[in-house]
């Protein structure tokens, strides 16, 4: 989520934007683990922060490497 946040503003402006737009009251320090892949946030915090940075939920919160491994050790088990 690094690259992302340039685009919001400090933790502080994600903090106070998810607050007033969404109701979600989170720590700066709360959110600063979630943005350092500390801290898994519930479906509903992901989804918000999803929609403040406009970008997909998957793109700010699921490796695609993962899944293209476990896609590569699928095909390799069933060959």
């Given at each position: 989520?690094?690259?992302?946040?340039?685009?919001?503003?400090?933790?502080?402006?994600?903090?106070?934007?998810l607050?007033?737009?969404?109701?979600?009251?989170?720590?700066?320090?709360?959110?600063?683990?979630?943005?350092?892949?500390?801290?898994?946030?519930s479906?509903?915090?992901?989804?918000?922060?999803?929609?403040?940075?406009?970008?997909?939920?998957?793109?700010?919160?699921?490796d695609?490497?993962?899944?293209?491994?476990?896609?590569?050790?699928?095909?390799?088990?069933t060959?």
């Open positions: 989520m690094n690259a992302v946040k340039i685009m919001v503003g400090s933790k502080k402006d994600v903090v106070k934007q607050s007033e737009r969404f109701n979600i009251n989170i720590s700066e320090s709360y959110y600063g683990m979630i943005e350092q892949g500390v801290r898994t946030p479906l509903h915090i992901a989804l918000a922060i999803a929609q403040l940075f406009d970008a997909e939920p998957s793109e700010l919160f699921l695609n490497n993962t899944t293209f491994c476990c896609e590569n050790g699928m095909k390799n088990k060959a």
